[in-house]
């Protein structure tokens, strides 16, 4: 295409779609702030220099030696030689190209305009915000996409490529256990198809086709019905093999998840943060109530079965956006053609201004790239990332342990476990970290007993053998031994505080 042609070609709709990636990209970029990433890395560290998955715990005191499902391994090991290769802008530019990847996905699932798509997909994009972290559970994000995505040339376009689900699972199993997602979009599209067809009788005859959904027949149901038993079946091609068919279970099992661990928590929509989620769930209801289409069974199934795990989890707001952002928009264009809002096919311009409308729009769209890089490189500097830790690590106190070499057994602030296993590991092993499913529920509600300084905390520490303390600065645990004999404050500043036990 000439430069010409290109000028021409690039018109205000196309202006709109590449400012929002653009955007979208600069907006997902940010510091690995989660502490669970650092784990992550240790593990793929230790990967990739032993050849073989770690099947047993060699990061804890409390559980080392036991058998550890690791079942992110292989997100493990991308991300460790993203950061040992290049440092943060690895990590950070990762995390922006796989939200932005997802959400290409949902965009070409969309219907109406480029401007309205553009709003909606904001939307979904800030409701799924809450979970852009730098972790393993972020393939899980792009692979719900994906298979969404599959689902919908399978029902909309009516091009079959299911063939591509079992070695996405195979794929999905190894990054890791969020895989069960994918087996929820097709049971909701399994069971929504059902719905469709018994209620197929009940469509006003004289509904046009453009108010509809298109239908799955029941050959195609038990195409799918089929696939996804297969992608069950090859679930087993994992180091763990059939462990797999029931380890996110075994997980959602663990009582301690729901009563302390926020992101296991239903959401609390007193935040700012959460509350995208209220405003696209709300907006996807109205949608449906005004545009005057038949609600498709499979986007009432997934929107409502998605809501569901929302409001049980805040984890799953990512998930939910990427489901309920496609339905919001065919309904909301529907609300648009049904009112005469619908922005006009082509603006009206002759042949001599469209390549001067084209190098304007190239202009703007060269300033928001600056600007996008602009806001992008911050996250991405070492110094920058060094600030935005010291907001919520102990990274002096953990100096201060490097240095001095306290003896014996650690106990530490769940919140810093992941850190600790980076930063101290071999030399000092954790209490607890983030795999809450190796701990369980035993050793996690010994550790929420001891951290809250309750009436068993004190024999707790003796029980395990614990030698120093590492808590947050003025928490309960820490005022708890502030009035306990037989403990001394070794070091303190206005993040963490550290106990060893006194030689008297």
Same mark, same amino acid.
């Given at each position: 295409m000439s430069s010409g042609g290109i000028l021409r070609w690039f018109d205000t709709r196309r202006l709109v779609v590449a400012i929002l990636f653009v955007a979208l990209l600069a907006m997902a970029v940010r510091a690995p702030a989660d502490t669970d990433t650092w784990w992550h890395l240790q593990a793929g560290r @230790?990967? *990739?220099?032993?050849?073989h998955v770690l099947r047993t715990d060699i990061f804890s005191h409390t559980r080392y030696g036991s058998p550890w499902v690791n079942h992110s391994w292989l997100s493990q090991v991308i991300l460790y030689w993203l950061f040992d290769h290049f440092a943060y802008a690895g990590l950070g530019l990762w995390l922006g190209v796989i939200v932005t990847a997802a959400f @290409?996905?949902?965009?070409? !699932?969309?219907?109406?305009?480029?401007?309205?798509?553009?709003?909606?997909?904001?939307?979904? $994009?800030?409701t799924s915000a809450v979970i852009w972290s730098a972790r393993p559970q972020l393939f899980s994000f792009l692979l719900t996409s994906v298979v969404a995505y599959v689902l919908y040339l399978f029902k909309y376009r009516r091009v079959n490529r299911l063939w591509l689900l079992p070695p996405i699972f195979v794929l999905w199993v190894n990054l890791h256990a969020g895989y069960a997602l994918g087996f929820m979009l097709l049971a909701a599209f399994v069971a929504g198809e059902v719905l469709n067809q018994l209620l197929a009788l009940l469509v006003p005859a004289g509904l046009q086709e453009d108010d509809c959904c298109p239908l799955v027949g029941w050959r195609g149901i038990g195409l799918v019905v089929g696939i996804t038993f297969l992608s069950v079946l090859v679930l087993v091609a994992n180091p763990y093999t059939t462990r797999?068919?029931?380890?996110?279970?075994?997980?959602?099992? =663990?009582?301690?998840?729901?009563d302390f661990i926020q992101e296991w928590q239903s959401p609390n929509f007193h935040f700012l943060y959460t509350?995208?989620? =209220?405003?696209?769930?709300?907006?996807?209801?109205?949608?449906?109530? *005004?545009?005057?289409?038949?609600v498709d069974g499979t986007d009432l199934v997934a929107v409502g079965g998605f809501a569901y795990a929302a409001l049980m989890a805040g984890r799953n707001l990512g998930p939910f956006a990427l489901v309920a952002t496609p339905v919001l928009s065919r309904h909301a264009a529907a609300v648009l053609r049904r009112y005469g809002w619908s922005v006009r096919a082509r603006a009206r311009t002759s042949q001599r201004t469209r390549p001067v409308l084209g190098l304007v729009n190239l202009g703007l769209l060269a300033i928001v790239v600056a600007l996008a890089g602009i806001k992008v490189w911050a996250p991405l500097s070492p110094a920058f990332n060094e600030r935005a830790q010291r907001q919520s690590l102990p990274l002096d106190g953990v100096a201060w342990i490097e240095t001095h070499h306290p003896s014996g057994k650690m106990f530490n602030h769940y919140n810093w476990g992941g850190y600790l296993i980076w930063r101290l590991w071999p030399d000092?092993?954790?209490?607890? &970290?983030?795999?809450?499913?190796?701990?369980? &529920?035993?050793?996690?509600?010994?550790? @929420?007993?001891?951290? !809250?300084?309750?009436?068993q905390?004190?024999?707790?520490?003796?029980?395990?053998?614990?030698?120093?303390?590492?808590?947050?600065?003025?928490? $309960?645990?820490?005022?708890?031994?502030?009035? !306990?004999?037989?403990w001394v404050p070794s070091y303190r500043d206005d993040i963490a505080t550290i106990w060893e036990r006194s030689n008297e």
């Open positions: @230790v990967t *990739l220099e032993s050849g @290409v996905l949902v965009y070409l !699932q969309m219907e109406g305009d480029p401007f309205t798509r553009a709003f909606i997909l904001v939307l979904g $994009a800030i797999m068919w029931t380890y996110y279970l075994e997980t959602v099992r =663990i009582g301690v998840l729901q509350q995208p989620f =209220i405003w696209l769930l709300l907006a996807t209801m109205a949608a449906m109530g *005004l545009s005057g289409r038949r000092y092993l954790v209490f607890v &970290d983030g795999r809450t499913d190796l701990y369980g &529920d035993e050793i996690l509600r010994d550790y @929420v007993e001891i951290q !809250q300084g309750g009436p905390a004190l024999s707790l520490l003796d029980e395990y053998g614990i030698s120093f303390v590492l808590t947050r600065t003025d928490d $309960a645990l820490d005022m708890r031994l502030g009035c !306990q004999g037989g």
